[in-house]
Structures are given as C-alpha cells and as structure tokens.
C-alpha cells in the first residue's frame, strides 16, 4: 500500500472527529461570542420592556377590537369606513374615561383610603360584629383586616390603575406610556390585515396557506375572548355599581371599576369581586352586605349559564386547569394583564398542539 492510499484511508476517520476536537480555539471563540450575543440580547430585552410590553398591550387591544370591525363589515360597512368607525368609538371611550370617569374615580380612592380605617372601627363598635367574629373563629375579623390592607396598599391601586403598563411611576410616566399605547393601538388596528399580510409572506410558499389559516383562527380566537371578557367585565361592574348604590354603600363608582378589573380575571375575578363588595357592604350594616351577597350570587350564575355562553361563543374553548394555571403564571408575571392574556395563549398554544403536533404524531 502505497503512501498516498494509506493519507486517503486516514482523511475520513480525521474528518469523523467533532467540530470541538478538530478546532478547539474556533470553537471555543463561537460559543463565546454566542453567549456575548445572548447576554446582550437579555440586556436590551430588560431595558426596553416597557416599550415591548407597551407594542404587546397595543396588539392585544387592536385583535380585541377586530371582531368589532368584522361585525361592522357583515352589517354592510366596508373595511376602510368599519375600521374608521371602530377608531372613532376607541378615541371616545378613551376620552371619557379620562374626562368623565377617571377623576370622580380618583376622589372617591382616595376618600376610600383614607376612611376605611374608620368603617372598620365603626363596624367592630357594631353589636353584630363580635357575635359573627365569634361564631366564624375569628375568621371574619381576619377578612376584613387582609381587605383593609389591601385597599389601604397603593401598590393594589397602582395595579389596578394599571401597574402593569408602569402606571403609577410618575404621573408623566403614566401620561407618556398611556398615549403611546393609544396611538399605537389606532396604527395596529388600522394597519393589521396589512400586517399579516406582510408577515404571511416571510413564510414558504408551500406552508404559507397552512400556516396563515392557523394562525387566522387563532388571532380570531383571541380577539373574540378578549372582547368578550371586556364586555362580561363591563356588565359586572355596571351591575355592581348599581347595586351598591341602591343599598346605600358609599364608593360604589371606585368599587365598581375595581369590579371591572378583577372580572376581567378568568373563573375567580366573580367571586373576588363578590367577597370584596359584600365585605365592604358589611362595613356599612349587616343588612346591605346580605342583600350584596344574595345578589351578587344570583347575578354569578346567570353569568356563568347566560351571558358567558352568549357573549363568548366559540372564542376559547379552554379546559379548567389550564384556565387557572394560566391565569395564575400570567397574573404573577404581568398582574391583571397577564391574567387576561394567558387564556388566548393558551388556547392558541393548544390549537397548534391538536392541530400541528398531534397529527404529525399520528403519521409516524
């Protein structure tokens, strides 16, 4: 055997050897410089996470506000003058709020705050108070006191202002970053078929229809459930504010918007908002915080068995357990608005799951 067959016989198995054994410097340098990348990504990732949580929210509210145009097109609208008009309500909802809503809201916070000490005094004063406390072990002086620290907690307003959006760190914060997201929400709502569009085609052409339809019926999925829940939690807080007000308990505008919120939280938002206004009720007289109670039950089950099934539809078809995982992980990384997120996510994570990974599992 010559030499030149035997250097032939030696270059597969030198060729064989891992790209580490055969260039460890080039490799080390790689794998350096990929770290130094990620680090840096992590870096800008935690120093912009306000704008990226603000384009998030932005996006969130244009899908919410699709089925709104969709309905607008099949009473006969064109797009362009649907998607007008749905700019136009966003722009006026937006501003009432701000004009009409927000400041009695923050008067009646703040004289809430500041009196609730004195509700609870006046409630332990109270005959009543000792003898429940006494047939409850306890149990309802230790309710009251976990409700008063938590309305009495500016993080909990914060939150419920909006802390997730950084509301609450500045009043020009506030300003700053709620605008942006307003301004930001109208260009997404009237540029989203465009922006599908545009991203459908960084798709291969042999996957784009499947992908597209896909992710068609996600983003129609989370945008009926998000309008959906907005809808329910506007109902349950009109109603909440109502009823208090008829039964003579003071705030009911502030307790009602808090209502609003802490609906828009999946399966429990009810029945927090429920033990919150009855324990509020209480405060006031046994009488009011009974007739809250029996309401407030009767209204949760015509919600569960009448307005949810009507205003809800085919949206998100979620099991249970993943509801409240889901809210649970997305309440702890993002409060109330990653409470209302993770159900679409979920259910767009599970429809790819049926339709993408449990095929493909098949065919093997």
């Not at 501003?95 to 609730?116: K, M, R």
């Not at 309008?227 to 329910?232: D, K, P, T």
């Not at 609003?260 to 009011?288: Q, R």
Request: with cysteine; proline share 4%.
């Amino acid at each position: 055997m010559n030499t030149a067959e035997r250097m032939r016989r030696r270059e597969p198995a030198q060729s064989n050897g891992t790209f580490f054994a055969n260039h460890p410097l080039r490799w080390g340098f790689i794998v350096s410089l990929g770290v130094m990348l990620a680090a840096l990504l992590g870096v800008a990732v935690v120093n912009l996470q306000s704008v990226i949580l603000s384009v998030f929210i932005a996006a969130f509210v244009a899908l919410g506000l699709d089925p709104l145009i969709r309905w607008f097109e099949r009473r006969g609208l064109k797009r362009g003058s649907a998607i007008v008009v749905v700019m136009l309500l966003f722009i006026g909802v937006v501003v009432a709020i701000v004009w009409i809503v927000l400041p009695p809201v923050i008067e009646q916070a703040t004289s809430l705050i500041t009196n609730i000490p004195k509700m609870v005094a006046n409630a332990e004063a109270s005959g009543w108070y000792d003898n429940v406390n006494d047939a409850t072990n306890g149990l309802l002086a230790g309710i009251v006191d976990a409700v008063q620290g938590v309305l009495t907690d500016p993080n909990f307003w914060a939150t419920v202002g909006g802390g997730a959006l950084a509301f609450g760190a500045s009043v020009i914060s506030a300003i700053s970053t709620g605008f942006f997201v307003f301004v930001l929400s109208i260009y997404f709502i009237a540029t989203l078929d465009a922006t599908k569009r545009a991203c459908y085609t960084l798709i291969r052409a042999s996957e784009r229809a499947r992908v597209s339809d896909l992710a068609e019926r996600i983003m129609l999925s989370v945008g009926k459930y998000l309008s959906g829940m907005v809808v329910l939690a506007f109902m349950n807080a009109v109603y909440s504010t109502i009823l208090l007000a008829v039964v003579g308990v003071p705030y009911a505008l502030v307790i009602g918007v808090v209502a609003f919120f802490v609906t828009l939280i999946p399966l429990i938002g009810t029945v927090l908002t429920t033990i919150l206004m009855t324990i509020i009720s209480l405060l006031v007289s046994p009488t009011a915080g009974i007739i809250v109670l029996i309401f407030m039950l009767v209204y949760m089950q015509v919600e569960a068995y009448i307005l949810t099934p009507k205003v809800m539809g085919k949206a998100v078809q979620v099991p249970g357990t993943i509801v409240l995982i889901s809210a649970l992980a997305g309440g702890t990384l993002l409060g109330l608005l990653g409470a209302l997120v993770a159900i679409p996510i979920s259910a767009g994570i599970l429809l790819i799951i049926r339709e993408v990974t449990i095929p493909k599992q098949a065919r093997l």
